[in-house]
């Protein structure tokens, strides 16, 4: 059983870009929850999404932040018009309980 | 609002000594509390989760005790060794949701 998948492991892109990270949870589970490590904090919360459906997304910037998980294919956290402190390492993690969460191994975003 | 807290924030020991690593939580009204692992530059590991009904969980030479009264969980290492070196995670759910709240982290170094 694979575990959680992110890609791409690593992103670059310049200010004014969008960014896209996916993350395919773990077979059979339909809760995904995403996370943002910036550099030297912990981990924060961003969003909760069950299939087809954001059900917390109190730890999400305002703007130019979305989320989806589609009834088909991998969760995307999409970040519009990137700016430096979107740099950060974000984490996707899932479960089929809402109770353990396993995680992925991240996607490490840099903005220029 | 649920807030994390470990302390110290690193430590560094002689190869083989038990270690004691303490989280500490505001809000007792929680689902479970989970332990993990990062290595730099990696995702995260789940060691153990201890559901709020629990007070212990064993794996290995790690055992986790939860005190929710008190607001405390302890993990502790036994014997440990190089490849312990790691920064380790608290993480644990806010109020009636799933979403995990993270402390800082402590950052172990075993020498060898």
């Known amino acids: 059983n694979a575990g959680v998948m992110q890609n791409p492991r690593h992103l670059v892109r310049r200010r004014g870009q969008e960014a896209r990270l996916r993350c395919s949870p773990m077979?059979?589970?339909?809760?995904v929850y995403w996370y943002r490590q910036l550099p030297e904090e912990g981990l924060k919360f961003m969003v909760y999404?069950?299939?087809?459906?954001?059900?917390?997304e109190s730890g999400m910037p305002k703007e130019r932040f979305s989320a989806e998980f589609p009834k088909e294919g991998p969760s995307i956290l999409r970040i519009q018009q990137v700016v430096r402190g979107d740099s950060a390492a974000y984490f996707c993690?899932?479960?089929?309980?809402?109770?353990?969460?396993?995680f992925g191994p991240g996607t490490r975003l840099l903005v220029l | 609002k649920q807030e994390v807290t470990q302390i110290p924030a690193a430590l560094s020991v002689p190869e083989g000594e038990n270690l004691v690593l303490n989280c500490s939580f505001t809000?007792?009204?929680?689902?479970?509390l989970q332990w993990f692992r990062q290595d730099p530059g990696k995702g995260l590991t789940s060691l153990l989760l201890?559901?709020?009904?629990?007070r212990e969980q064993t794996s290995g030479r790690l055992n986790a005790s939860l005190d929710k009264s008190s607001g405390r969980s302890t993990l502790y290492i036994a014997a440990s060794q190089p490849g312990d070196s790691a920064t380790y995670l608290c993480?644990?759910?806010?109020?009636?949701?799933?979403?995990?709240?993270f402390g800082k982290g402590m950052k172990l170094t075993v020498n060898p």
């Open positions: 077979k059979g589970h339909s809760h």
């Open positions: 993690a899932s479960s089929n309980t809402g109770k353990t969460q396993y």
């Open positions: 999404l069950q299939k087809e459906n954001i059900i917390d």
């Open positions: 993480a644990t759910t806010q109020g009636g949701s799933e979403k995990l709240v």
């Open positions: 809000d007792s009204a929680i689902y479970n």
């Open positions: 201890i559901q709020s009904s629990q």
